[in-house]
C-alpha cells in the first residue's frame, strides 16, 4: 500500500501558528502592495525578512514584531504547532524574494510580477487557511531526492492535516 501522506519537517519546537499565519498575511499585504505599485524596496525587505526567520533569528524579524503586538494586542490565544516547516517556508520565501529582486534587476517586470503573485497565493493560504504549501513543496522535494541515510530521515513528521 503507497504512503501518500504529506511528510513535514519537524525539529520539535513549538511557536504560535496565530502568530505566523498573522506574519504570513503580512506578507501577502506587502507583497499585493509590490504586485500593484512595484515599490521596489518590498522584496528587498521581504528578503532581509525571510532570511533572519529561515535562520533562526526570527527576534529580529519586523513582521514578528509586529505579529507579536497584534497577538499582545487582541490577545489572541497560542496555538502550538513545530517551527521546523515555517522555517522551511521562509526560506522557500527568501528564495522567492531574491528572484523577484533579481528579475526586477535585470528589468523582467512581467515574470518579477508572476514570481510575486506565486508568493502571495502562497502566503494567503497560510494566513487565512492554515495551508502549508511549503509542506507539499518538501514532500515533493524528498521524494524526488530521497535522503541516503535512515538518520535523515527521522527528522521527518507525517502530517495527513495540512
Known sequence: MANNSIECPVDFVSINENKARLTAASVFVLTVIFIFFQFKLIPLFLMLDFFVRAFKLGQYSPLNK??????????????????????????????????????LAIDLKTLSTILAIILAAF????????????????????????????LQTEYHGKNTTN
Open 123 to 150: 502566503a494567503l493560504l497560510e494566513s487565512a487557511f492554515g495551508f502549508c504549501a511549503g509542506c507539499y513543496v518538501y514532500w515533493f522535494y524528498t521524494k524526488r531526492f530521497k535522503p541516503t541515510n535512515n
Open 66 to 103: 509586529l505579529s507579536d503586538t497584534l497577538v499582545a494586542t487582541f490577545s489572541i490565544k497560542n496555538k502550538p504547532v513545530d517551527q521546523a516547516p515555517k522555517r522551511f517556508a521562509a526560506k522557500i520565501g527568501l528564495l522567492f524574494s531574491l528572484a523577484i529582486a533579481i528579475t
